[in-house]
């Protein structure tokens, strides 16, 4: 069984400082993992995923996050917000079938409201 | 199309009334799924197709959820006797393959069992 927890429902920042949201999974199985964003009036888009490769993950508009086993933590990181970022933020993780394979399959977690100040 | 397409945007039915959404996955892409996701909740897995047949639809939560693709493309999700439990945002999302995990969504139908 896979599970997700996004630390904090919402999360206000300045223009300008650090984006931090904090997301712990867990798994029973080496994970996949994503984070999605969701614009107002749009689709979830994928910002980024781990799948076992490097451990630091770069996404699109100046995102990343890092995959730390140890604190069973993702968590996501923009050194500096823009108001555009203003967002919905989810992390999810993916299921696996009977061979291994990673799929669409995802597990989400209840998701962070990012606010960003001028 | 350009993207994944889901009609209608809103839907508002009464309990106890059937009713059929439908999702237009982006083009070539073989692999869609339904997720629900209610106010305050994460998506919620609900269905996954690989061309015509249901691989995985051990999220639906009861009888009265079906879902259709039967051309490999279009799928519909039909609810039968709705509750007002069902009311959410139901997302399709589609992927070029069954080994992708890059999911593209659709905007969602909001429904809404009064």
């Known amino acids: 069984a896979q599970s997700v927890t996004q630390l904090g429902s919402h999360v206000s920042v300045s223009e300008g400082a650090l984006v931090l949201l904090r997301c712990n999974y867990s798994s029973s199985v080496p994970p996949y993992l994503f984070w999605y964003v969701q614009y107002p009036n749009q689709g979830l888009q994928l910002l980024l995923k781990?799948?076992?490769?490097?451990?630091l993950v770069k996404g699109i508009n100046g995102f990343e996050a890092e995959f730390k086993k140890s604190e069973t933590s993702f968590h996501l990181t923009k050194p500096s917000a823009h108001m555009s970022d203003a967002a919905e933020y989810f992390c999810a993780v993916s299921a696996r079938n009977a061979g291994g394979t990673s799929y669409g399959k995802l597990t989400f977690g209840q998701g962070t409201i990012l606010t960003v100040h001028p | 199309g350009a993207g994944v397409s889901q009609t209608p945007s809103n839907k508002v039915t009464e309990k106890g009334k059937y009713v059929e959404l439908r999702c237009d996955p982006i083009?070539?892409?073989?692999?869609l799924y339904w997720y629900r996701q209610s106010l305050g909740q994460g998506p919620e897995f609900l269905i996954y197709f690989q061309g015509t047949g249901a691989a995985d639809d051990s999220g639906l939560p009861n009888d009265r959820f079906f879902a259709v693709r039967p051309e490999g493309s279009v799928s519909t999700l039909k609810i039968q006797r709705t509750e007002r439990g069902d009311s959410a945002v139901y997302l399709c999302?589609?992927?070029?393959?069954?080994?992708?995990?890059?999911?593209?969504f659709g905007s969602g139908t909001q429904l809404s069992v009064l």
């Open positions: 781990y799948t076992s490769a490097a451990t």
């Open positions: 999302a589609s992927s070029l393959s069954r080994v992708d995990e890059k999911l593209f």
């Open positions: 083009s070539g892409h073989t692999a």
